[in-house]
């Protein structure tokens, strides 16, 4: 079943990196086997106890690269086996950067434990590609996309300054060198935006500079065996409909570099007649974000024993309409 009795096309989304907090997926763990026996698997996967670290920290190593993303991967996971059937299936999924992984899992197109192992390199990787300080992120708030394109265009002065996530109407984040992204945030204050801020990140992600991890990248996804999707799912490249492995294997490789698209994939999912996104895994980033795209849409969230049984009880008043 991939609709409610009234028809409702479901989209289940899976948050990237920042979304991590200590004590994520623990309660979930604690009470459903299923959840416990997926962070089991991730300790197992990795050879070090992830779990220790999702469940209690320190935040300090939880923020490092090449942990968040794995960590987040798995605390997602582990709610999404829990939910699993207890609503209906997805007609799509998606996932915001490294989240685009987790929806590949949830879709069949990756082994969990491939997936736990290929988000540790990947972190590494994206970590080493740029030495620290020589990159940074700003956000750009109040902004559109061709304005901050062409703030970019004009802040880079021979060095990289690009879009990195375009995550709504109101917010886009560009990378680059720390340089041109400094003289882009203060050219976006200047042209109008409602506030330009630099972001406490560790290394600039989706932008050119990130060439050296996506070579190493690649050759991890091109050793990993990879099935056909279940359910669409939705690149950040591109936008579009992943329905194979093959496309599912080189936009994986391509959005190291290119920014994710992320307001133009959710809009596609409304054009499909997506009424209800489903954010599993830790905090409502996303669902914040669709607020700011649609309004109209329904928004709900899984990353707890809480928000949980409310999104279990809000499909189940749906499909009895």
């Known amino acids: 079943m991939t609709e409610s009795k009234n028809g409702t ?17 623990r ?17 197992d996967a990795l050879g070090y106890k992830i ?28 709610a999404w086996r829990v939910l699993e059937g207890r609503i209906p299936k997805p007609s799509f999924v998606a996932g915001h950067s490294m989240g685009e992984y987790t929806a590949h899992v949830a879709s069949g197109t990756i082994s969990f434990a491939d997936a736990v192992r290929t988000l540790r390199n990947r972190g590494k990787y994206m970590q080493e590609a740029v030495p620290v300080g020589v990159g940074a992120m700003a956000a750009i708030l109040g902004m559109d996309l061709e304005k901050v394109t062409a703030v970019c265009e004009d802040a880079a002065q021979g060095e990289v300054c690009s879009p990195a996530n375009i995550n709504s109407p109101e917010q886009i984040v560009i990378s680059g060198n720390t340089a041109a992204v400094e003289r882009g945030a203060k050219l976006a204050d ?11 990140v560790s290394a600039p992600f989706h932008c050119a500079l990130m060439k050296p991890a996506q070579d190493r990248l690649e050759g991890d996804l091109n050793k990993l065996k990879m099935q056909k999707p279940v359910h669409p799912v939705i690149c950040n490249l591109e936008a579009s409909l ?33 009424q209800t996104f489903i954010e599993i895994g830790p905090g409502k980033v996303l669902c914040g974000l669709m607020r700011q795209i649609d309004r109209s849409a329904t928004s709900l969230n899984v990353g707890d024993e809480g928000s949980l049984a409310k999104t279990v009880e809000h499909l189940a008043a749906q499909v009895s309409c």
Do not use: H
């Not at 309660?27 to 991730?42: C, G, R, W």
């Not at 779990?51 to 300090?60: I, M, N, T, V, Y």
């Not at 042209?191 to 406490?200: E, F, N, S, T, V």
């Not at 992943?242 to 698209?261: I, M, N, P």
């Open 242 to 274: 992943v329905c194979d492995e093959l496309r599912a294997r080189t936009t994986l490789v391509g959005q190291v570099t290119g920014s994710v698209k992320w307001e133009q994939s959710m809009r596609l999912l409304l054009n499909e007649g997506v």
């Open 9 to 25: 096309r479901i989209a289940f989304i899976f948050p990237g990196q920042g979304s991590q907090v200590v004590g994520m997926g």
């Open 190 to 200: 200047e042209r109008g935006a409602k506030r330009a801020k630099l972001l406490p």
């Open 27 to 43: 309660d979930l763990a604690e009470k459903y086997p299923i959840a416990q026996q997926t962070f089991e698997e991730a300790d």
């Open 51 to 78: 779990s220790k670290l999702c469940f209690e920290g320190p935040e300090e190593e939880l923020r490092m690269t090449e942990v968040t993303q794995p960590a987040i991967l798995t605390a997602s996971i582990a």
